[in-house]
C-alpha cells in the first residue's frame, strides 16, 4: 500500500475551518484514500474516502489533488468535539485481504475554544 | 440503534487467565475484525472475519484466538499464552473486506497483572 505522510499535529479556532493535509506520493491508480478520527480512548470513526473526485458528506469534504499525490481533508466549522486524531489512509480498489486497512501515527488536531 | 458494542470498557485479569472479549454487530456486516493498539501506536490487525465459520490470521494472532458461529458475534479469546496482553482492543466490521469502511467499536482496555 501507498505510504502516507500527515504532520504530527495541529491546531485551529474553535468555529473555524480545520483543513489536515496528507501525502500520498506514491499512490497508485487503484487504491482509494480514506479518512479516519480516533477520540482520545475511543475506536476510530470513519469518516470519508475518495479516489480522484472531491467528496462531501454531512462530517467533512475531501479534496484530492488532481495528480492524486496529496490531499486535504477540511472540518468546515470545527468544534471542540473535533479535537482527535485523524489518520489518512490509502488501500486498493478491491482486495480480498483485511491487512491493507494499517493506521500510521496520524495528526493530532486540537480544537481550541 | 445499529452499530458495534463491545464490553466490557474495562477489564482486569491476572497472568496466566484466558480472557475473552465480546464483541457484537447488528448493521448486517459480512466482515469483522479484531485490532489491538498499544499506547501512542496505530492499530495492529490481530484476527479477521470475512464470513460465518471462516476466519483469517492477521499480524499478530500469536495468543489470541477467535470464532464466529453467528454473523453478529465474533468473540477474542486473549490466552496465557500471549505475551504482552495489556493493551487496548478494538473491534470493527464491514460489509465485506476490501474497499469499505470499516466501522469500531468502542474499545476493551485489558490490563492484565
Known amino acids: 500500500d501507498a505510504k502516507t505522510t500527515q504532520p504530527p499535529s495541529m491546531d485551529c479556532a474553535e468555529g473555524r475551518a480545520a483543513n489536515l493535509p496528507c501525502n500520498h506520493s506514491?499512490?497508485?491508480?487503484?487504491?482509494?484514500v480514506y479518512w479516519y478520527r480516533q477520540i482520545h480512548s475511543q475506536g476510530p470513526q470513519y469518516i470519508i474516502h475518495?479516489?480522484?473526485n472531491n467528496e462531501t458528506n454531512e462530517m467533512a469534504s475531501l479534496i484530492i489533488t488532481e495528480d492524486r499525490k496529496s490531499s486535504t481533508l477540511i472540518l468546515p466549522h470545527a468544534t471542540l468535539r473535533d479535537t482527535a486524531v485523524y489518520y489518512c489512509?490509502?488501500?486498493?480498489?478491491?482486495?480480498?485481504?483485511?491487512?491493507?486497512?494499517?493506521f500510521g501515527s496520524g495528526t493530532q488536531l486540537t480544537v481550541l475554544p | 440503534d445499529g452499530g458495534i458494542t463491545q464490553s466490557p470498557k474495562y477489564l482486569f485479569r491476572k497472568e496466566g487467565q484466558n480472557v475473552t472479549l465480546s464483541c457484537e454487530q447488528n448493521?448486517?456486516?459480512?466482515?469483522m475484525y479484531w485490532y489491538r493498539q498499544d499506547p501512542g501506536q496505530g492499530l495492529r490487525l490481530i484476527y479477521y472475519?470475512?464470513?460465518?465459520?471462516?476466519?483469517q490470521k492477521g499480524d499478530i494472532a500469536e495468543g489470541y484466538s477467535v470464532s464466529r458461529e453467528k454473523k453478529e458475534s465474533f468473540p477474542l479469546t486473549v490466552t496465557s499464552a500471549q505475551k504482552n496482553p495489556t493493551a487496548f482492543y478494538l473491534c470493527?466490521?464491514?460489509?465485506?473486506?476490501?474497499?469499505?469502511?470499516?466501522?469500531f467499536g468502542p474499545g476493551t482496555r485489558l490490563t492484565v497483572t
Open positions: 475518495g479516489l480522484k
Open positions: 506514491t499512490i497508485s491508480g487503484n487504491e482509494y
Open positions: 472475519s470475512q464470513i460465518v465459520n471462516d476466519f
Open positions: 470493527a466490521s464491514s460489509i465485506g473486506t476490501g474497499r469499505y469502511e470499516q466501522y
Open positions: 448493521l448486517n456486516h459480512d466482515a
Open positions: 489512509i490509502v488501500r486498493p480498489l478491491s482486495s480480498g485481504s483485511a491487512r491493507q486497512l494499517t
